[in-house]
């Protein structure tokens, strides 16, 4: 099994509507928790950490599930512009911190 | 707002030659990251290093080398470039070890002939 895994998409939805998606971790002992947005032949963008306690910015609301280990990205309203690969991003504590990235949900706005 | 620079967006290079991909941020991090970057596998860590000239190795250091002579660069070596290298390299800094986000450069996409 991944350390971190992505449902690699795409998810293909019309402006306006809602999308979520999630992100499983395997090791319970994972401390911190990010969502990144990738544009195509960019770099990742932090978009947003994830609370414990969920935290919204705007359109964007990302949970933490720690009893199933998952968190979840939502996108309300959804613009073009919205079109990108999300990724998670994990951090593990044991002897030393492990970041681990997921490989990216892709998402696209369609018009 | 953190700023990660990296050398070169584009990089076309020969099979044996010694290739520098050069990295500087200019927040103070202690904490700088190589990742190359290919399609269907995501984003892999080559090398870390969490202070002035310490560096650990990530998940695929093999045909690599980094370098941090001072707080504000690190650098990415490729001994002898092989085609299996074209990839595109992303430089990262962080507060720390994880609990921070890590900020990233443009990027660096990389062709080995």
């Known amino acids: 099994r991944k350390e971190v895994e992505q449902d690699p998409g795409p998810f293909n939805v019309p402006e306006g509507a809602t999308v979520a998606f999630n992100c499983t971790y395997s090791?319970?002992?994972?401390?911190?928790f990010f969502w990144y947005r990738q544009d195509c032949r960019k770099e990742p963008k932090l978009l947003m950490s994830?609370?414990?306690s969920g935290n919204e910015d705007g359109r964007f609301t990302a949970q933490l599930n720690r009893a199933s280990q998952y968190i979840s990205l939502l996108i309300r309203d959804s613009k073009l512009s919205d079109s990108a690969t999300y990724l998670c991003v994990v951090t593990e504590y044991s002897s030393a911190s492990k970041i681990i990235f997921g490989s990216g949900t892709r998402l696209s706005i369609r018009p | 707002d953190v700023k990660v620079t990296q050398s070169s967006r584009y990089l076309v290079k020969r099979t044996g030659e010694k290739v520098f991909l050069e990295c500087v941020q200019d927040?103070?991090?202690?904490?700088m990251f190589w990742y190359r970057q290919d399609p269907g596998l995501g984003l892999r860590l080559i090398y870390f290093?969490?202070?002035?000239?310490?560096?650990e190795k990530g998940d695929i250091p093999e045909g690599y080398s980094v370098s941090r002579e001072k707080k504000e660069r690190f650098s990415l070596i490729l001994e002898s470039a092989s085609t299996n290298q074209t990839s595109m390299y992303l430089c990262?800094?962080?507060?720390?070890?994880?609990?921070?986000?890590?900020?990233f450069g443009d990027g660096t996409r990389l062709s080995i002939l």
């Open positions: 990262a800094s962080s507060w720390d070890r994880g609990n921070q986000p890590q900020h």
């Open positions: 927040m103070d991090h202690e904490n």
């Open positions: 290093s969490y202070d002035v000239k310490m560096k």
């Open positions: 090791n319970s002992a994972s401390q911190s």
């Open positions: 994830v609370y414990s």
